[in-house]
């Protein structure tokens, strides 16, 4: 419509001007009589002069961006996407230090954390190993392999793990108990690279005398994931307490062999399969199950193979209770290679010894690194132990394809694509994927089995205790994520069975949105440790090491956070993201933040201002100060003056103008808000032309620029950053406020949100329960702890006050956490605002394993 008016326009310009009779345009006679009449002719001109010159201009700028889109598109045919183009910096994988004995003594390990049990190497590609039973639920048989909250065992998880090359699991499910262990050995220097491991499968009954006997069906599979061809042994269905199970070659290893090895009686049968997918293998194994039952009534693997398999799976019956153990020997060529032997070692007795050697281990190790006082009981140095292996037993190695949005000009400007993202991101963005590989703990294996960006810095401070050159790996494996223009997605699903795990709207990555910058709470701490002379020289200098190396890159990421995640107020930061245009939910979520539906201002605006992202700034400036104090390269790497970004970031009369709320005695986020939001029924018109009745929000006040009221955990990051001066009345409001049982307080934790807040546990949608809106999260919980912990150390008029109140919560939330786990089996992602009940998924041993640090009291300085 437009377009057609622009032409009627030039159209009867036109006409006017071909009729004048040699005049450029008519006018009528009283205007072209005295004295100005040729200035207004003049004018006249000039006005048609300056529409033809508007327009050439227009045509030009045409002209021109078509040529500059023409180069583009050429430019980009030839280079990647700017957002998947690596920080030119050498990566810190590379480093010596993650080279040689380190690389080759984490090669093999439990690294699937999704699968109940599962072998691969640290590697693309790899050789996978892997276990299934059948299980029964509702009277029918049931495939267990992937781990599912449905499944509803009665526990399950790692109760001894060093992170290396030992861990010990039990499986709970209805009457029986598997106990799987894994255990790694270089033996004699003949294996192959990364050496030897052996998995042992003690299978029992649980709580049943010896006559009632049942049958157990486990079904252990080894694969090729990329496509090589597997030799099937000759004695894998005549099984006579020894059998090759299968063999090949690898580049890394060599030739390899795994054997099956039990004293009991037991029957064996095989399946071959020839596929690239490992993430869809159950329903292979219970489609060829299904078959054999159907023709047969057996429930039996077929003893038969595809052309070339790349897969076999080895279906292991027997009366409970029966143990087998399953080694792996690498390098088996040769005369040399003393494979028997090594077998021998893997197997029965010199095996079980190994085993207890290695529990022995695991306990003196636990009792070193963490300094648990006599005041906890047995009961509760086992969930700590519990916590502690679960945590760096779910680690995992992930490769594969990160899907993230690109503007379509995807060679833009960082700050081009920024805007693009802000105003036309419908229209202008495109998916793409990048190959990536990732060496991380995981929050939770039935539910969270892949890499969260700001859960890793909390799952580190307690990984490094245990072993810091396992933190150095995985924070080295993340900063390598780090792309041209300091960005890092916040949740890495990489590789088919990651996939498969995730709903599809949360698996595309947006690189205008951030994440808290956590692994900056485990660098200062490592930065503490070498303060405070908790390592020895050799490894104070892999710490400067790495942090030569990744200061360039920790600079970049800051950088990325300080220049596309500011407010507009100097000093001032907001979490990029929020949806400004949804009909659905009661507060717009702020994923990017991690805190997802904590409730900010009611209608996302660039005014807004987030305490908690200005806090965290402050913690990531402070830290790269040191960093660059501890290495001697002030203004070396960046432009940045760190120390006074900090200095202006923890300037407390700032932070007051910016965030304090008198009233509340509370510090709150800032935004375009009203208080007059709810959800309420409406009926529509689907597509299909169906009428429904959906949840919508409905705003009855006019927003404005205003504090958010809400009381909860983002209010308490000036106090968890310790900004707040020891004698500050202001410190003692945040006191009366964490300890008020009105509010924050109970008797199982700090809930998320005051529960006299407007949106205390209120639905955001119709489908979406209440999140960070009451229940009770052990990562901030610990950090409110540790700085109670502080201002009861520090002078000041509160101390004493910050002291009662830190042994109380710190009673609590041990308390609660252990209670919880004796009662249901495991660790939970939340707890109960009311009750303390666990919620969320279970074993959630990521920041939940904090419960550990916190019986210990070792707390990190913010």
């Given amino acids: 419509m437009t377009g057609a008016s622009r032409r009627s326009a030039h159209g009867r310009i036109k006409s006017s001007s071909s009729s004048s009779g040699g005049d450029s345009l008519r006018y009528p006679p009283s205007i072209r009589r005295g004295g100005k009449g040729k200035e207004l002719v003049s004018i006249g001109a000039f006005k048609s002069n300056l529409k033809i010159l508007v327009g050439l201009m227009l045509l030009g700028i045409a002209i021109i961006y078509f040529v500059i889109n023409r180069i583009v598109v050429s430019h980009e045919s030839q280079m990647p996407p700017r957002v998947i183009t ?78 290396r090359d030992f861990g010990r699991q039990e499986l709970v499910e209805n009457d029986m108990i598997l106990e799987t262990s894994f255990v790694k050995s270089k033996g004699d220097g003949n294996s192959g690279y990364g050496g030897d491991w052996s998995v042992r499968i003690d299978v029992k009954n649980k709580g049943l005398s010896g006559d009632a006997k049942r049958s157990a069906h486990l079904f252990f599979y080894l694969a090729d994931e990329g496509g090589s061809v597997l030799n099937l042994g000759q004695d894998a269905l005549d099984f006579q307490g020894s059998s090759l199970l299968v063999s090949g070659s690898r580049e890394d290893v060599g030739d390899w062999q795994i054997h099956l090895r039990s004293e009991n009686q037991l029957e064996t049968h095989y399946s071959g399969f020839k596929t690239p997918h490992i993430y869809n293998l159950s329903d292979l194994v219970q489609r060829n199950l299904a078959l054999q039952a159907r023709k047969f009534g057996r429930l ?54 190994l085993l207890r050697k290695k529990h022995r281990e695991f306990d003196a190790k636990f009792t070193e690194c963490f300094n648990i006082s006599e005041e906890h009981d047995s009961e509760t140095v086992r969930v700590g132990k519990t916590a502690m292996a679960n945590m760096i037993g779910g680690i995992g190695y992930f490769y594969g394809q990160s899907k993230i949005y690109v503007p379509k000009s995807s060679q833009a400007s960082i700050s081009v694509m920024f805007i693009m993202y802000q105003f036309f991101l419908p229209f202008y963005v495109i ?10 703990a995981v929050p939770s294996r039935p539910f969270f089995p892949r890499g969260f960006l700001w859960d890793e810095g909390f799952h580190q401070l ?3 205790r245990w072993d810091f050159r396992i933190t150095l790996d995985i924070v080295g494996h993340w900063l390598d994520l780090l792309n041209i223009d300091g960005w890092i997605p916040r949740e890495q699903i990489l590789g088919a069975e990651a996939l498969s795990k995730v709903p599809e709207e949360f698996v595309v990555q947006y690189p205008s ?76 979520k702020t994923l990017s933040s991690g805190l997802d539906d904590y409730p900010r201002a009611s209608h996302p605006s660039e005014d807004e201002r987030h305490v908690d992202l200005r806090c965290w700034m402050y913690l990531a400036a402070d830290c790269m100060h040191s960093i660059t104090e501890l290495l001697g390269k002030e203004d070396k790497f960046s432009k940045e003056d760190y120390n006074s970004t900090a200095m202006l970031l923890s300037n407390f009369d700032i932070l007051n103008q910016m965030h304090y709320d008198k009233e509340h005695g509370a510090y709150f986020d800032f935004g375009n808000h009203t208080e007059k939001v709810k959800l309420v029924w409406k ?63 109970s008797d199982y934790g700090l809930v998320s949100l005051a529960k006299t807040s407007s949106m205390y546990m209120k639905r955001n949608t119709e489908h979406d329960a209440p999140y960070w809106r009451g229940p009770i999260w052990m990562n901030m919980n610990y950090m409110i702890l540790s700085s109670l912990h502080h201002y009861s150390t520090v002078d000041g008029p509160y101390s004493d006050k910050a002291r009662e109140i830190y042994k109380e919560l710190r009673s609590n939330l041990i308390r609660n956490v252990v209670r919880n786990y004796y009662e249901t089996g ?28 916190i019986m210990s009291e070792e707390y990190p300085i913010f």
């Fill in 86 to 163: 690596p920080f030119p910096a050498p990566k810190l994988m590379d480093l010596s230090m993650f080279q040689g004995e380190h690389k080759e003594s984490l090669y093999w390990g439990t690294y699937r954390p999704h699968v109940y049990f599962g072998v691969r190497a640290r590697t693309p590609q790899s050789l996978v190993a892997g276990l299934m039973w059948l299980g029964v639920k509702d009277e029918m048989y049931v495939m267990r392999h992937f781990c599912e909250n449905s499944d509803d065992l009665s526990s399950f998880g790692w109760r001894e793990h060093n992170g």
């Fill in 300 to 353: 039996q693997l077929s003893d038969t193979s595809e052309d070339s398999s790349n897969i076999y799976v080895f279906q292991i019956s027997g009366k409970l209770p029966f143990t087998i153990d399953i080694p792996f020997v690498s390098g088996s060529r040769g005369e040399s290679s003393n494979v028997e032997k090594r077998l021998t070692s893997l197997t029965g007795l010199p095996l079980s010894d």
């Fill in 683 to 745: 009926e529509v018109i689907s597509e299909n032309g169906h009428l429904s009745r959906q949840l919508v929000r409905k705003t009855s006040g006019k927003p404005k620029l205003r504090l958010v009221p809400q009381v909860g955990y983002v209010s308490f990051f000036p106090f968890m950053s310790r900004i707040i001066p020891a004698k500050s009345p202001i410190l003692e409001k945040q006191l009366d406020l964490i300890s008020n049982r009105s509010i924050l307080w």
């Fill in 462 to 464: 307690l990984i490094w």
């Fill in 826 to 853: 495991y660790i939970w992602e939340q707890y109960d605002q009311d009750k303390g009940t666990g919620k969320g998924t279970r074993l959630f041993t990521g920041w939940s394993a904090l419960t550990l640090l």
């Fill in 513 to 588: 949105n951030g994440n808290p910058p956590t692994l900056f709470l485990v660098i200062r701490d490592l930065i503490d440790g070498i303060k405070t002379e908790k390592f020895i020289a050799s490894e104070k200098d892999e710490i400067l090491s790495f942090l030569e190396r990744a200061s360039v890159r920790l600079d970049a990421w800051f950088q990325w956070f300080n220049t596309f995640q500011t407010g507009k107020e100097r000093g001032s930061y907001f979490w990029h993201g929020r949806d400004n245009t949804t009909t659905r939910e009661l507060n717009p």
């Fill in 431 to 440: 998916p793409i994927c990048k190959l990536a590989e990732l060496y991380t």
